[in-house]
C-alpha cells in the first residue's frame, strides 16, 4: 500500500518560514520523481516544486523562486520543501506527490504524478 504522509504544516506570519516533510511508503522511492502542489480555497491545484529522483534536477514554480527548496533524502524515503518568506496568498492545503518516471527527469505539471498525500495545511497571516 502506498502511502505519502506530510507533515511541518501550520501557522505562520507573512515573512516567515516553514519546512513541510513529506515521508513515502509502499514503492521503491529512488524510482519516483517527487512534487510538492498547493491549492487554495476555490482554486486549482498548481505545482510548487519537483525534484528528480536522483535529486540532481529541480524545477520551481515562478513565484517561489529563490524563496522554496526542494530536496529529498532517498535513504530515509522522504521529500522536503523549505519555504522562506512566505506570503498570505501562499496560505492553501500543499500535498507531495510521486511521479513513476524511467529516466531522472523533473515533470512539471501535475499530469504523471500518480500518488498524492492528505495535504497538510500552511496558513499564512499577515
Known amino acids: 500500500q502506498v502511502q505519502l504522509v506530510e507533515s511541518g504544516g501550520g501557522l505562520v506570519q507573512a515573512g516567515g518560514s516553514l519546512r513541510l516533510s513529506c515521508a513515502v511508503s509502499g514503492l521503491t522511492f529512488s524510482s519516483y520523481a517527487m512534487g510538492w502542489f498547493l491549492q487554495a480555497p476555490g482554486k486549482e491545484r498548481e505545482i510548487v516544486a519537483a525534484?528528480?529522483?536522483?535529486?540532481?534536477?529541480?524545477y520551481y514554480a515562478d513565484f517561489v523562486k529563490g524563496r522554496f527548496t526542494i530536496s529529498r533524502d532517498n535513504a530515509k524515503n522522504t521529500v522536503y520543501l523549505q519555504m522562506t518568506s512566505l506570503k498570505p496568498e501562499e496560505t492553501a492545503v500543499y500535498y507531495c506527490a510521486a511521479a513513476h518516471v524511467y529516466r531522472d527527469y523533473v515533470p512539471r505539471d501535475r499530469g504523471p504524478f500518480q500518488y498524492w498525500g492528505q495535504g497538510t495545511q500552511v496558513t499564512v497571516s499577515s
Open positions: 525534484i528528480s529522483r536522483s535529486g540532481d534536477s529541480v
